[in-house]
Each structure stands twice: as C-alpha cells, then as structure tokens.
C-alpha cells in the first residue's frame, strides 16, 4: 500500500520551487556601523567616531573594518554607505595563516561608496581557512555611515 500525500502536505508553496534542487535558502543581511571601521595608520591619522554611529576622517587615510559571517553562507551583494561617493571600497579575505601579505578581493573590482556590488568573487565564506573585511581605499574629510551585506544560508 502507498501512501501519497501530495506536494502540498510535504512543503510550504512557497518553497516548492526549491525541491527539486534539494536546497532551501533564506537571504539574511550583516550590518557594519561606521565606527566598527578603524584607521591602517593609527599613529598618524585621526578617525572620530560619534553618537550618530558613523565615523569622520580628518587626516588622510584609508579605514577597514572586521566582517564576520556564518561559515558556509553566500554573499550576494556589498555596500558601503558614506558621505563621498568619490571614494572607493573593497571586500576582501586573507588566509588565517598568514600575516595577511596575501589576500583575495571579493569585490568584482573596486567600486565607489554608494555603489552596490552584486558580482561577488569567492562568494562562499570558509571561516576555517579565512578571515574577512572591507576596506576603502584612502579618505579625507570623509565620513563612512557604514556597510551591508546580503547572504544567504542553506536552511
């Protein structure tokens, strides 16, 4: 005797569409205030960070800030939010075993803050072998609000 109780009984409609692949995904997003971003040259460059969550330069330089995501997830898309759209930032990674003299942009290319990235090189996150961030290139004046990234991970 066989028993069928129907797609419909098994999954959700709205996740029917994914069966047949055998992966179910669900978008999420990582938020990067402005002032998780710190100056590469703390002896001679000034960054204040304030009450607003953002960060402002007054001396040139360029800042990075950690990112950290779940290990396996898929990035799909990068912003970096500031008040210079002049300005250009990158997602990059560097091999935990290192001291970072090697690393691999993520970015598809450089792109100017307030610019979305959807094209993500090495879009799988390897925390085992990895470590991540995002960076800009050098700032003046500037202010960085902050970042987002769009992944998704396997339900």
Same mark, same amino acid.
């Given at each position: 005797m066989a028993l069928d109780f129907g797609m419909d009984t098994l999954f959700k409609s709205e996740d029917r569409d994914n069966v047949g692949l055998g992966k179910k995904t669900? %978008?999420?997003?990582?938020?990067? =205030?402005?002032?998780?971003f710190m100056t590469t040259a703390q002896s001679?460059?000034?960054?204040?960070?304030? &009450?607003?969550? &953002?960060?402002? &330069? @007054?001396?040139?330089?360029?800042?990075? =800030?950690?990112?950290?995501?779940?290990?396996?997830?898929?990035?799909?898309a990068v912003i970096l939010y500031g008040n210079d759209a002049g300005e250009q930032w990158v997602l990059s990674r560097t091999d935990n075993s290192t001291n970072g003299a090697s690393?691999?942009?993520?970015? =598809?290319?450089?792109?100017?803050? @307030?610019? %979305?990235?959807?094209?993500?090189?090495? =879009?799988?996150?390897?925390?085992?072998?990895?470590?991540?961030?995002?960076?800009?290139t050098t700032l003046e004046g500037d202010i960085v609000y902050g970042a987002r990234i769009t992944y @998704? &991970? %396997?339900?």
């Open positions: 669900k %978008e999420d997003y990582l938020s990067i =205030a402005g002032t998780q001679t460059s000034t960054v204040y960070s304030n &009450t607003k969550g &953002t960060i402002d &330069t @007054n001396t040139v330089t360029p800042v990075v =800030a950690q990112v950290n995501l779940p290990h396996g997830c898929t990035v799909t690393k691999d942009d993520l970015s =598809a290319g450089v792109f100017n803050i @307030n610019q %979305e990235d959807i094209k993500i090189d090495f =879009a799988q996150i390897n925390n085992r072998k990895y470590r991540y961030y995002i960076h800009t @998704n &991970t %396997e339900l």
